[in-house]
T-cell receptor
Framework: GAGVSQSPRYKVAKRGQDVALRCDPI?????LFWYQQALGQGPEFLTY????????KSGLPSDRFFAERPEGSVSTLKIQRTQQEDSAVYLC????????????????FGPGTRLTVL | QKEVEQNSGPLSVPEGAIASLNCTYS??????FFWYRQYSGKSPELIMS????GDKEDGRFTAQLNKASQYVSLLIRDSQPSDSATYLC????????????FGTGTLLAVQP
């Protein structure tokens, strides 16, 4: 019942390879977020799910990035034809999403997946 | 202009001193403000949240919010070496998605 888990923790890919990153949110959490954190920067929003619905994908940097959460629990972030600029830590966060005022909903972060593209 | 701005530091304070971390934001409709602590190689951990003007205290931590000046701060009293980390300021702005908008973080170094 712990926190958010992510796998793999580390991924090395050759340029042009496809990768899939997995996120297991806290059980019962409705909202799920993906963020990208480059070295020395703060996390940047990629996409947001409420249950299985992807309500915001405005942060995805290109059409090579695709995320899904088909059953409203586990989510997968897929990056096709990886480029060197995709190297970053990919963070997943979940929140209850049932607060009357969503802006007070606390997001809990997973340990992240460090992606290195050679 | 970035939406959330922080001094990247490093901010160096002696053990036992008060560390003062500052953050400004550009979106006037922002409603919710958070401070996360991030140790090197780890994920962000929520320290404080604040939603209304004024001070909010939790143990050694005090968050201060001034919406008129679009300014948020975090004070850490009796700083300990274990407080050494990057402190990220985050804001939820207007809009339907409660996505967090982060600053670049301030690196705090507490010297024993």
């Amino acid at each position: 019942g712990a926190g958010v888990s992510q796998s793999p923790r580390y991924k090395v890919a050759k340029r042009g390879q496809d990768v899939a990153l997995r996120c297991d949110p806290i059980s019962g959490h409705v909202s799920l977020f993906w963020y990208q954190q480059a070295l020395g920067q703060g996390p940047e929003f990629l996409t947001y799910f409420q249950n299985e619905a992807q309500l915001d994908k405005s942060g995805l940097p290109s059409d090579r990035f695709f995320a899904e959460r088909p059953e409203g629990s586990v989510s997968t972030l897929k990056i096709q034809r990886t480029q060197q600029e995709d190297s970053a830590v990919y963070l997943c966060a979940s929140s209850l999403g049932t607060e009357r005022e969503l802006s007070t909903d606390t997001q809990y972060f997973g340990p992240g997946t460090r992606l290195t593209v050679l | 202009q970035k939406e959330v701005e922080q001094n990247s530091g490093p901010l160096s304070v002696p053990e036992g001193a008060i560390a003062s971390l500052n953050c400004t934001y550009s979106d006037r409709v922002s409603q919710s403000f958070f401070w996360y602590r991030q140790y090197s190689g780890k994920s962000p951990e929520l320290i404080m949240s604040i939603y209304s003007n004024g001070d909010k205290e939790d143990g050694r931590f005090t968050a201060q919010l001034n919406k008129a000046s679009q300014y948020v701060s975090l004070l850490i009293r009796d700083s300990q070496p274990s407080d050494s980390a990057t402190y990220l300021c985050a804001v939820i702005g207007g809009g339907a998605t409660n996505k967090l908008i982060f600053g670049t973080g301030t690196l705090l170094a507490v010297q024993p």
